[in-house]
């Protein structure tokens, strides 16, 4: 088993149960010296899909599951790891409990452009299942975002 940091759409639990039924959470904590963002828009739910870079200012809450082989490689499909669209980086997440070293993945493409309305909300919904506090959840539903006329 090893040990994976969810920040976006993953962070629901219901998803994660869905794309890792063997996988368990571990711990919710906090990725510090990144910050949460958006890039490549051309690959994206008519927008930009979310992404970490590092930032030493900010933090990205996320939860830690201890995922199976089984599941990893699922999940590489799902995040499209195998095609190279999002890579897999090592991260060091503080959690109650002290620190861990996980891995995330990181959208391999350039920073820029804005998520489409629909995919805001899913973030925000996944946090907020998630356990997310409540001022993370708001701040991403006040991001800017690309209406899609829904």
């Known amino acids: 088993?090893?040990?994976?940091?969810?920040?976006?759409?993953?962070?629901?639990?219901?998803?994660?149960?869905?794309?890792?039924?063997h996988s368990i959470l571990e711990s919710?904590?906090?990725l510090t010296g990144w910050r949460l963002t958006?890039?490549?828009?051309e690959h994206g739910w008519d927008g930009a899909l979310s992404t970490i870079v590092q930032d030493p200012f900010e933090?990205?809450?996320?939860?830690?599951y201890d995922v199976t082989p089984e599941d990893e490689r699922e999940l590489d499909g799902w995040e499209a790891a195998d095609s190279g669209l999002y890579r897999k980086t090592k991260v060091r997440v503080q959690t109650m409990t002290g620190p861990m070293l996980v891995w995330a993945y990181v959208l391999d493409a350039y920073e820029g452009g804005l998520p489409s309305a629909s995919y805001?909300?899913?973030l925000a919904d996944a946090a907020e299942a998630a356990?997310?506090?409540?001022?993370?959840?708001h701040a991403l539903r006040r991001r800017s975002c690309r209406s899609t006329g829904l």
């Open 38 to 41: 958006f890039g490549g828009e």
């Open 59 to 64: 933090q990205v809450f996320v939860a830690v």
């Open 28 to 30: 919710t904590g906090w």
């Open 131 to 137: 356990g997310a506090p409540e001022d993370y959840v």
């Open 1 to 21: 088993m090893t040990l994976y940091a969810a920040y976006g759409t993953n962070l629901d639990p219901a998803r994660m149960s869905e794309r890792c039924p």
């Open 120 to 122: 805001l909300g899913v």
